[in-house]
């Protein structure tokens, strides 16, 4: 038996500022440290010590990651960054408010292109050119993604470095962002494309998925 715990990282300043975010790189803000080691203390509660922790290449992922692992007395454990697990690319949509987006082009359009499984943001002209991608082949960095875009860089990631953890018997975290934790979910819970729009993860909550040695669910717990 394992657990797979999933947590959004805490607010970041582009969360308190209703900005667009995405690949771009933001900071926590004091509520958001303040909810990473309100993650901790509630991880404490459950029987749960993962061997391995995995996050995104963004800083408000990782910062968490480590605000989490520090109260919890985790330092030592290994912390895999991905960034696989990166939020979804808002294209040319990051780095506007939200609210004057739906002003910009209605509230429907808007809430397709957050809350939907296919529809594709706004694109940027050229892709982004940032050290921590200088590795990856230039067709991999993304103009702008869906839902179902970003699932296709994210479940790799998750069959190939959880899923084996997982059937070991060692349990395993995951923080990283909205998008890419509802991809997740989708994934993990069977969600079909119609209904992922309802799905929703706040910063700071831990999903406790518990499995079996065989990767059958026996529960989920939302800890709050």
């Known amino acids: 038996m394992a657990k797979l715990v999933l947590v959004r ?82 294209g040319a949509l990051r780095g506007h408010n939200k609210d004057d987006s739906r002003t910009k082009y209605g509230a429907k359009q808007v809430a397709l292109w957050r809350r939907s499984y296919t529809a594709v943001p706004p694109l940027l002209a050229t892709r982004d050119r940032d050290r921590r991608y200088a590795l990856l082949d230039p067709q991999d960095i993304p103009l ?49 494309d119609d209904q992922i729009d309802g799905v929703e993860v706040g910063n700071g909550e831990p999903l406790v998925y518990d499995y079996d040695r065989q990767l059958n669910l026996r529960s989920k717990e939302i800890l709050n």
């Open 144 to 192: 702008g993604e869906s839902l179902q875009m970003a699932s296709r860089r994210a479940l790799p990631y998750y069959l190939d470095h959880v899923v084996p953890e997982l059937r070991q018997g060692r349990d395993q975290m995951i923080v990283a962002h909205g998008s890419t934790l509802r991809a997740l979910i989708k994934y993990l819970e069977a969600i079909p």
């Open 9 to 90: 990282h805490g607010e970041s300043t582009a969360n308190a500022e209703n900005i667009y975010t995405g690949w771009t790189d933001v900071d926590l803000t004091d509520r958001g440290v303040a909810q990473a080691r309100q993650v901790g203390k509630l991880l404490a509660g459950i029987d749960f010590m993962p061997t391995t922790v995995h996050t995104s290449v963004l800083l408000r992922a990782i910062k968490t990651a480590n605000i989490i692992c520090e109260a919890r007395h985790w330092l030592y454990l290994p912390i895999y960054k991905s960034w696989r697990l990166n939020e979804r690319h808002y």
